[in-house]
């Protein structure tokens, strides 16, 4: 998650000033104890945000490295460490904020007015001004974040206990068609968010406390915000936006619902005709790419088993390790073969993804990524395994930290993360306060961009798929695999901040938390548990965002403007055929329209920027429903004569749409 703009972002995806795209808090400079005196005398407006620039750029690094600690060492050491620096950012950021309002009116160049609306939402996580709750605030979210990525799930007792964490639970969502053991690696997984929910608690009214002060009604219309928009209208915006493509992923939730019922039988397949969560593959449901030995529309036609081909890879690259080890190795060879294979298969992994950026006219990543990069799970220490990419200092250190197995949505996700770091290299002659998306969903989009790029085609070209086939059955399931992966996400992405929009505004409570969650679960991705999932759960904790607080309407938004990237992309390389048949791999005209793109950071609002490279200023998902329309026609087919779409429970159905109340 990145977020928008540099540095400050202080939690996690924060707003504004974000700095390195996924991740997450702070981000920011970090003054001493004290925040920087008051401005001095007679300073202007655009003396004012030349300081704070400078200031920011001198403090970055250090809150960096304290947020780069604690998330690939989690101890009580590196917490503390973490909320403390986050303390100094963010009562920096306080004083900012207050020294700015002193300009309010006065005489200021565009840029210095578009800075100090920037510095306003330069964190997801406003803090109370009182010193004592502003350090709560930070030790609530340094903790809940480890707890998430130290979250494991024990069962057994005494030499029998074996432990799990989310790596392992996942593997077996993505492998395994046993029903009960899927249930099983879901619930135990959901068990870590239980103890969060209390701290969830007071993080909310924490956070909601910093926002009312800062003058937005509460957190959550601070998130809506950060648009070039008011709050109301982004809100409306994505209402809009998910009209346009509910009609195509109700069609792949019917075919779906179909194929597991076929797997499981009519009465496990489905829960009122609901998917149930714990078989889709994925701990979310978020991304449906793992079903596909289920779901592959023409068994065959056009093998695109990539997680098959990066497998492979790994078991030569271990095979040569074991060469190395000699004949006979000992236990503590044979593991040190097997984790030099994982190293050496995920930098490959990333090198494939550095070379699409590459062709297009992008430097080259810096030796210094490849030596500080956290590319597989340390083993002597917990880590913060979801994926993010890290600007450390604004000056070219730039880090991936992730736990990559070869497998096809790793694959996709370094390619997600290198989207990140190049916007962040491309911007990085920026002012500091200009350094971010030009939304925060223009960050998450241009990775995906690349991976829309990445046709049959162009993964035979680098040898991870065979000759592509012709002909309507290989493109359907071509088309599939992306679908999977794409618009099943689609309501997840929106669901996630309706639920925390509504815990912000109060109209979600905390005894309500988990019945909410489920509500529109079952509303927007038609998902339903299949046990009861009361009040003694915080399931929405279970998902990395929530402990991470990293805002989420980012994804949803991407994964519609990553469809219009890519056209425009498409266009500039001159490309002629149907939207799902280019690859503008190699291609340096659509790569310096990119790069133009990422250079401008933050600096206009994103329709400016939107339009310079697609020719319109507004989202639209007509381009995923011209990209998808093969499929589209082909799941109707499928699907005639099915009774489609689901019935969500009364509380969910009844809720109004959106809402930010204010605006
Ligand atoms: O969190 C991420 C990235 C880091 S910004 C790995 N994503 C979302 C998620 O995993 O939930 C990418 C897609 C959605
Ligand atoms: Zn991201």
Known sequence: MKQRHLLLALAIGASVISLSACKKDGEA???????????????????????????????????????????????????????????????????????????????????????????????????????????????????????????????????????????????????????????????????????????????????????????????????????????????????????????????????????????????????????????????????????????????????????????????????????????????????????????????????????????????????????????????????????????????????????IKPNEEDFTTIYHELGHIYYDLAYNKQAPLFQGGANDGFHEAIGDTIVLAMTPQYLNSIDLVGTPQLGNEALINSQMRMALAKVSFLPFGLMIDRWRWGVFDGSIKPDQYNQAWWDLKAKYQGVAPVTARGEDFFDAGAKYHVPGNTPYTRYFLSHILQFQFYKGLCDAAGFKGPLYECSFYGNKAAGQKFWAMLEKGSSQPWQATLKELTGTEKADASAVLEYFAPLQTWLKEQNQGKTCGWQAPVAAAAKPEATPAKG
């Open 29 to 403: 400079p970090a003054p001493a104890a004290k925040p920087t005196a008051a401005a001095p005398k007679g300073e202007t407006a655009d003396q004012f945000i030349a300081r704070v620039n400078d200031e920011v750029r001198k403090m970055y690094p250090e809150i960096n490295s304290a947020q780069w600690l604690s998330s690939t060492y989690i101890n009580d050491d590196t917490a503390m460490i973490a909320a403390k620096s986050n303390e100094r950012y963010l009562t920096q950021l306080n004083s900012w904020i207050e020294q700015a309002r002193k300009f309010e009116g006065q005489p200021m160049s565009p840029a210095t007015a578009r800075s100090i609306q920037l510095l306003k939402l330069a964190t997801s996580m406003p803090a109370p001004k009182d010193p004592a709750k502003l350090a709560e605030l930070t030790q609530l979210a340094t903790k809940m974040e480890g707890m998430y990525g130290s979250g494991s799930y024990c069962k057994g007792e005494g030499d029998a206990k074996q432990c799990r964490q989310l790596g392992d639970l996942e593997d077996v969502l993505r492998s395994s068609r046993d029903y009960d053991q899927q249930l099983d690696a879901w619930q135990g997984w959901h068990s870590i968010a239980q103890p969060m929910r209390k701290d969830y608690t007071r993080f909310a009214e924490l956070v909601n406390e910093g926002a009312k002060e800062m003058g937005f009604a509460d957190t959550g219309e601070m998130w809506r915000s950060g648009y070039d928009m008011t709050p109301a209208e982004i809100a409306a915006e994505t209402d809009r936006l998910w009209g346009q493509v509910k009609p195509l992923y109700e069609q792949l939730h019917c075919y779906t619902r179909g194929k597991l019922e076929t797997q499981y039988g009519s009465d496990k397949g489905q829960v009122n005709g609901l998917l149930p969560a714990h078989l889709m593959g994925n701990m979310w449901q978020q991304d449906w790419g793992n079903l596909w030995d289920m779901l592959e529309p023409y068994k065959g036609a056009g093998t695109l088993d990539i997680t098959a081909s990066l497998e492979k890879q790994y078991q030569q690259d271990y095979t040569r390790e074991m060469a190395k080890a000699g004949p006979s190795p000992n236990t503590e060879k044979l593991f040190a073969a097997e984790r030099a294979a994982q190293l050496s298969v995920a930098r490959q992994m990333t090198r494939r993804a550095e070379d699409f950026y590459v062709s297009l006219g992008m430097p080259k990543l810096p030796e210094s990524y490849w030596q500080k990069t956290q590319f597989i799970k340390p083993l002597d220490r917990d880590v913060v395994c979801h994926a993010s990419a890290w600007d450390m200092n604004m000056a070219g250190d730039v880090r991936t930290k992730m736990c």
